[in-house]
């Protein structure tokens, strides 16, 4: 089985962004294609595909694909766009079994490890997520984005609309409502470590399918290590050091030092603020010299200012 993710991307990428290319290469099973306008001279690995072009030009190429006036003013209204990308760049797609579209801050752990493709076997949507989401490539599971949801065609009012809908992943209209409304398979478990974002020390954030409400996971003190193309997560419990491994960690509107240097260690911590050096392995005895700790939680004030100013620029009140 092949599997493409495609990642558009206009703007400057993040800092730590030739860190994201090491765990991709370290995921050869895996082939990526990238869209930028952003041209900073990078080692990408072999199973990335990089397609530079301007904004304007990635705005028209997708407009070629639909017969209504789509609204893309602003490029993080791409999110909405996501579920769509089987169909708009299909002619990319020949070959691969599934197609999905991810995020640009992460980092990402074994692949191999965790998509096992005889277990979604008749899976048609693999994770229900914007970070990470995966499609079976067919040209009618391309289309569903395209079927009704609550009788109209919420696509329509989506793509064209200034507005972000979360189309990618919310439970209000979105692709997860119209695969649900039509019983499609889908894959509703995460094996992600989807960290808060509203938290300077890390808080897992965790999805309820059920309730469609996030909730935060109960470990408080916890130790993040990407270790020869896995990420791990470390914690104590009942005085028991206990290891956890998942398929990436999402950095969610977290702004990381990358204090790595060229070649990338095959070892390194994910810290609430940086990335640094590992030489050894985490254990019991010296978890609380590589835990690290915030009292003060300017990660809350930091999300809430910028959004502030997002609301105020674009006129989002609603």
Excluded at 232 to 260: C, D, G, P, S, T
Aim: with cysteine; aromatic share 18%; charged share 25%.
């Amino acid at each position: 089985m092949k599997t493409l993710l495609i990642l558009p991307y206009f703007g400057t990428l993040p800092n730590y962004f030739d860190l994201y290319l090491h765990t991709v290469k370290a995921n050869p099973s895996i082939d990526w294609l990238l869209f930028t306008d952003d041209t900073t001279p990078r080692d990408f690995p072999p199973n990335m595909q990089v397609i530079h072009m301007s904004w304007e030009d990635m705005k028209a190429r997708m407009q070629t694909r639909f017969d209504i006036r789509l609204n893309l003013e602003r490029k993080h209204k791409l999110c909405d766009f996501k579920p769509a990308y089987g169909y708009i760049f299909e002619n990319h797609l020949d070959g691969y079994d599934f197609w999905g579209h991810c995020d640009p801050d992460i980092i990402w752990g074994n692949f191999d490890r965790f998509i096992d493709y005889d277990k979604f076997e008749g899976i048609d949507k693999i994770f229900i997520l914007g970070h990470l989401t995966l499609f079976r490539n067919t040209p009618e599971n391309n289309r569903r984005f395209m079927e009704e949801v609550d009788d109209q065609l919420r696509y329509r009012h989506v793509l064209t609309n200034r507005l972000g809908f979360a189309f990618d992943e919310k439970f209000d209209g979105s692709i997860n409502n119209i695969f649900m409304e039509h019983g499609w398979p889908m894959f509703t478990e995460s094996f992600a470590a989807d960290i808060d974002p509203y938290h300077t020390n890390f808080r897992l954030s965790i999805l309820d399918f059920d309730t469609q409400r996030y909730r935060l996971d109960g470990v408080k003190r916890q130790i993040f290590t990407w270790e020869d193309g896995h990420v791990y997560r470390y914690y104590i419990k009942q005085k028991q050091l206990v290891k956890e491994e998942f398929l990436y960690v999402h950095l969610q509107k977290r702004k990381m030092a990358l204090n790595l240097t060229k070649p990338f260690p095959q070892r390194f911590l994910i810290n609430p603020k940086s990335f640094d050096s590992l030489d050894e392995p985490i254990t019991i005895e010296n978890f609380n010299a590589h835990y690290r700790h915030y009292w003060f939680n300017n990660q809350f004030f930091k999300v809430k200012y910028n959004s502030l100013k997002f609301r105020l620029k674009y006129k989002v009140y609603g």
